[in-house]
C-alpha cells in the first residue's frame, strides 16, 4: 500500500500540531498596545479632526467671499 503525503490524516496532524504551538497564535504575536499609546493615538484624532473642522470652515469661508464678490460685480 502506497502512502499519499498529502492525505487527511497527514493534513490533520499537521493542523493540531500548529493549533497546539501557541507561540504562533495572532495574540502572542500582535503587539497590544499599553495605555499611554493609547492616549496619543486619541490626542492625534483629536488633533487631525480639530485640523479638518478648520480647514472646512475656511475653505467654506473662501467660497462664501467668492460668491459676495461675484454678486457684487453683477449688482
Sequence with gaps: MRKC??????FATRFLKNLKDQS????KV???PNTQEILNNRLR???LIDI????KHVL?????NIQNKKI????
Design 5 to 10: 503525503l498529502n492525505s487527511a490524516h497527514k
Design 24 to 27: 504562533c497564535h495572532i495574540e
Design 30 to 32: 500582535v503587539k497590544r
Design 45 to 47: 484624532i483629536k488633533a
Design 52 to 55: 479638518v473642522r478648520h480647514l
Design 60 to 64: 467654506l469661508e473662501g467660497m462664501i
Design 72 to 75: 457684487k460685480e453683477i449688482s
